[in-house]
């Protein structure tokens, strides 16, 4: 008898696992995949290899393009793709066995196979080999993730037309990469193989891309990968691929005309959805939307069965890692009698492009439609004295901020790591801080931060000292 069963040992399921044992709980968590490791999607093939290929094809992208403006000649550059798949595979592997240990550490068990609910909170485990073992708890977390969503009428063959898993270990880079929708997904891993050489065509379906993010944004982000050299077709309705030796030709309608094209590798990136495949739910009895997947809990994660709970990508709000691990936490303290809070207005995103994009709080669209008064604060990394020596003065900092009250509403920044900038921002926003807090803050100089002070001043003053 476990105080808590988790199926699912991904961000949000082994984090909750963990934090639950340090609280003195009897956890086990049951895993699914058949190589036994551990991290669910993020850490397998979603956030973790995308991100060693990202850096890779970065570096990659740098030695042939950037160093000889820094006066750094090389005679030959070559591309070793097996050596580059094999070190991504390698830092995968030393997280996943990391987690093994902390699951070790924290006495943590682990069962590999199949979870299925049971009524009674029990948990059925078909192990690899068909064998079944039932677990016992006195409560169960539903943390099972999501999973790459499939167009009925462009399936999934795992060689011409592919989901993000199969794009992250391509045995040689495609000569031409179509890539299906335009969000975060797609840019990244267009990023990847167009860095490494291949010619990547992006169709998306809305007339703009990255849909939830901030619209200026987005504009200059398609702005900046079209001249890198990314193609993008918007308005772009898909309506097939078919596959001809070894190429694949995708049909689509711009404008109400027939379009087409033709290229060796399709990624379809329209998004992710619940993975509830053989979970029990309906035999549990527990709620969910049929349509989107998602179960449905209250604001302590309870689902309408007693003592079954669920988070992460399972439930509503964004599909972010850093979302599911910090309902893990508050999970598994709300079990210990404590309190805990989230606060979903404030999580971060991150784009890891390049340069990156990075957001906290809301978007101007979103501010305008409030209809509150605002005030914006914009700085360029090209005032900034650090990015001019990185030599990545593209983007900028943009800020915010309540007319009145000065208090910040949302910042958005197109930049040189933007990914760690955002989280002073974060930091400020959570204590309701305002753009004069942020601004009267030192920042180091010259440092990368700089820019979000003066973009801060900027929103608060009218007016950056350095722009």
């Not at 943390?143 to 969503?149: K, R």
């Amino acid at each position: 008898m476990f105080d808590l069963v988790v199926i699912g040992a991904g961000p949000g399921g082994y984090v909750a696992a963990i934090r639950a044992a340090q609280l003195g709980k009897k956890v086990a968590v049951v895993e699914r995949r058949s190589n036994k490791a551990l991290g669910g999607t993020c850490l397998n093939v979603g956030c973790i290899p995308s991100k060693a290929l990202l850096d890779s094809s970065e570096l990659f992208d740098i030695t042939l393009n950037k160093l000889k403006k820094h006066g750094v000649f090389v005679s030959t550059v070559g591309l070793d793709l097996p050596t580059m798949m094999a070190r991504k595979d390698a830092v995968v592997k030393s997280l996943t066995d990391g987690i093994a240990f902390l699951f070790k550490k924290n006495k943590v068990t682990s069962v590999y196979g199949t979870g299925k609910l049971l009524p009674g909170k029990k948990v059925e485990v078909t192990a690899a080999d068909g064998t079944k073992t039932v677990l016992e708890a006195a409560n169960v977390l539903l943390a099972t993730g999501s999973e790459s969503t499939e167009l009925p009428f462009m399936k999934y063959d795992g060689k011409f037309v592919v989901s993000s898993t199969e794009a992250l270990a391509f045995d040689a880079v495609p000569e031409h990469l179509i890539v299906v929708g335009a969000g975060y997904i797609g840019l990244e891993l267009g990023s990847v193989w167009k860095r490494l050489g291949a010619k990547v065509t992006v169709l998306e379906f809305l007339p703009r891309i990255l849909p939830v993010t901030d619209g200026e944004v987005a504009a200059s982000v398609q702005k900046i990968l079209t001249k890198q050299g990314m193609e993008f077709h918007l308005e772009t309705k898909v309506t097939g691929a078919k596959v001809d030796g070894k190429k694949v030709t995708v049909t689509a309608e711009q404008g109400g005309k027939a379009v087409s094209f033709s290229g060796d590798k399709v990624l379809v990136a329209v998004g992710r959805r619940p993975y509830t495949a053989g979970l029990g739910l309906d035999d549990a009895g527990v709620n969910y939307d049929k349509k989107s997947g998602k179960v449905a809990v209250d604001k302590q994660f309870r689902t309408n069965v007693p003592g079954v709970f669920a988070i992460g990508d399972l439930i509503d709000g964004p599909t972010l890692a850093h979302k599911a691990m910090e309902e893990g936490v508050a999970l598994a303290e709300i079990l210990a009698g404590q309190k805990a809070h989230l606060n979903y207005d404030l999580i971060p995103s991150a784009i890891y492009i390049w340069p990156e994009v990075a957001a906290v709080g809301q978007t101007e669209e979103q501010v305008k439609a409030s209809g509150r008064q605002y005030k914006t604060g914009k700085v360029p990394f090209a005032a900034s004295g650090r990015a001019k020596a990185m030599d990545e003065q593209d983007g900028y900092v943009k800020i915010l901020t309540d007319a009145k009250t000065d208090r910040i509403l949302g910042v958005h920044i197109l930049g040189p790591r933007a990914s760690d900038l955002i989280a002073e921002a974060v930091t400020v926003m959570e204590y309701h801080g305002s753009a004069e807090d942020l601004a009267r803050c030192i920042h180091g100089h010259p440092t990368l931060t700089e820019t979000v002070g003066e973009a801060a001043r900027a929103a608060w003053l009218g007016a950056a000292i350095h722009a």
